[in-house]
């Protein structure tokens, strides 16, 4: 499949497969494409690590996880692969990635996230990581949401994207 | 929710089918019809407990990204994320307690896209962005394990 058409059909999926009977025939469709190169290509992606997960995309806030924190962590640098690896283990913690300290106003290089029913769980299940893995030693930060503005998906393909712009893509109903 | 939804959330996270009539696959395995499970789906994303059915991509492979932040007056705020939400690469985008109050994720096709997107959300949002790039993920993306009361 050329470059166009897999670009075209990342922004076809980005936001969701339609639910109809034979969803990848639908995007096949209306993509000018075959059912079966569309789930070839899903495969392939899958295999390659270019998606990383593919299924159903849950809003934790409306299924009651009401509590959602970025933790925050100093870790020096001889040590933050082993602590992105143990906070990783954790159950509760639902992200863990390394990213740079931007000084002098933000100090921290390794965040996690955890979402809990509620404020008082979260903040139990932090003191719990914190003492299970011997962490107390580290500063850390814990940033409550307050409001969720704006959630969806990646949107890496753009009506913007330079081999797009001359090609119109049909927007089907999309889950 | 019932039960049906419930098996969606738990077994279906991860491993859609990709086959020709995936929803007729998920209703052999979970003994519900076809049609039983494409409105199951279709009642969760009405509910706004999922929001899609479908990939989630590889930061690093799909594009460029980054995590941004804004220090903002409180009283500005739902305005300047209005501002920011406008830009089509921006997809997450929360209100956090700290000094750096609004924390939203940002997406392009390329890291030179990232970067004019960066600057445009600055100027539009009127203060100025803190990017934080992922260096390095910890993380394996299994889905979230639901709790069921």
């Not at chain 1, 283990?89 to 931007?102: I, K, N």
């Not at chain 2, 985008?93 to 600057?119: C, I, M, S």
Request: hydrophobic residues 40%; charged residues 20%.
């Amino acid at each position: 499949m050329d470059e166009i058409s897999q670009l075209r059909l990342r922004k076809a999926i980005q936001n969701g497969l339609p639910l109809t009977q034979q969803p990848y025939l639908t995007l096949a469709q209306e993509l000018g494409l075959t059912e079966d190169q569309v789930m070839q290509t899903i495969n392939d992606w899958q295999d390659d690590g270019m998606i990383k997960r593919f299924g159903l995309v849950v809003k934790h806030h409306t299924l009651g996880y009401k509590a959602n924190a970025m933790v925050v962590w100093d870790i020096p640098a001889d040590k933050v692969d082993e602590v992105g690896e143990l906070l990783s283990l954790c159950d509760a913690v639902t992200l863990c990635y390394q990213r740079p300290r931007q000084l002098p106003e933000w100090n921290y290089n390794l965040f996690s996230m955890i979402h809990g029913q509620d404020r008082d769980t979260v903040l139990q299940q932090l003191a719990d990581i914190i003492e299970q893995n011997g962490l107390s030693g580290f500063r850390n930060d814990v940033l409550f949401s307050y409001k969720l503005f704006k959630q969806c998906g990646g949107q890496y393909v753009q009506a913007s994207t330079e081999k797009l712009s001359k090609s119109s893509v049909s927007q089907g109903a999309t889950l | 929710m019932n039960l049906l939804e419930q098996q969606l959330i738990d077994e279906y996270q991860k491993g859609l089918p990709v086959c020709s009539r995936p929803y007729l696959e998920m209703g052999n395995r979970l003994g519900a019809s076809e049609s039983e499970v494409v409105s199951a789906l279709a009642r969760l994303k009405e509910n706004g407990m999922l929001s899609r059915i479908g990939p989630v991509f590889n930061h690093k492979k799909a594009g460029a990204s980054t995590l941004a932040a804004m220090a903002v007056p409180e009283d500005e705020l739902a305005a300047v994320a209005e501002r920011v939400n406008a830009f089509e690469g921006v997809n997450h985008n929360y209100a956090r307690e700290h000094k750096f109050n609004l924390w939203f994720v940002v997406t392009a096709p390329d890291q030179g896209q990232l970067q004019t997107a960066l600057k445009e959300i600055e100027l539009s949002g009127g203060y100025k962005v803190m990017s934080l790039p992922m260096v390095k993920s910890h993380f394996i993306d299994l889905g979230f394990k639901v709790k069921w009361q």
